[in-house]
T-cell receptor
């Protein structure tokens, strides 16, 4: 149980294009999902907290107009990187909090984004 | 806000020996402390967690201890095996929300 999928697993795009990443909880409902960014050999950096049916809460320094988050259902959250640039290249990972359980986060497999 | 420090950044142990990774936190209200294992290029996976009302928890070769007074918690891996090689992250959950505050990670290397 508690499986989280993420799609796509990797993407290469041209500078200036937008990329959408999907995060799905497959066997449970997730009222809260989190989006992280991870650079090589570094820790997880929380970008935003996504709550179903409401606006995402962004961490300081994360541009909400650049990283659009939508959490339209209890099993799906999407992150859209708008007008991507090479510095946006990174490993993006989502996690989902199991509804009814206080704290456990389960992670998706991550999406590796390369912007040329 | 909460701050989590993790040591060491790299730990190399002989196969079969024990490994200990330590984390300290600053917010005394934090009440949940998970440990995740991340292999290269893969997702972090929860390996063990502990709540603030418990001092120790064990699962086969893995154990976590929590000292609330000193505000530190540790991961203990006994009888280490090559497949234990990975990066390990500790985290703490402040009482105010569901976010996790992460340590910087420890790269564990098991030498054959």
């Amino acid at each position: 149980g508690a499986v989280v999928s993420q799609h796509p697993s990797w993407v290469i795009c041209k500078s200036g294009t937008s990329v959408k990443i999907e995060c799905r909880s497959l066997d449970f409902q997730a009222t809260t999902m989190f989006w992280y960014r991870q650079f090589p050999k570094q820790s997880l950096m929380l970008m935003a907290t996504s709550n179903e049916g409401s606006k995402a809460t962004y961490e300081q320094g994360v541009e909400k107009d650049k990283f659009l988050i939508n959490h339209a259902s209890l099993t799906l959250s999407t992150l859209t990187v708008t007008s991507a640039h090479p510095e946006d290249s990174s490993f993006y990972i989502c996690s989902a909090r199991l509804a009814g359980v206080m704290e456990t986060q389960y992670f998706g497999p991550g999406t590796r984004l390369l912007v040329l | 806000g909460e701050n989590v420090e993790q040591h060491p950044s790299t730990l190399s142990v002989q196969e079969g020996d024990s490994a200990v990774i330590k984390c300290t936190y600053s917010d005394s209200a934090s009440n949940y402390f998970p440990w995740y294992k991340q292999e290269l290029g893969k997702r972090p996976q929860l390996i063990i967690d502990i709540r603030s009302n418990v001092g120790e928890k064990k699962d086969q070769r893995i154990a976590v201890t929590l000292n609330k007074t000193a505000k530190h918690f540790s991961l203990h891996i006994t009888e280490t095996q090559p497949e234990d090689s990975a990066v390990y992250f500790c985290a703490a959950r402040p009482d105010s929300n569901y976010q996790l505050i992460w340590g910087a990670g420890t790269k564990l290397i098991i030498k054959p």
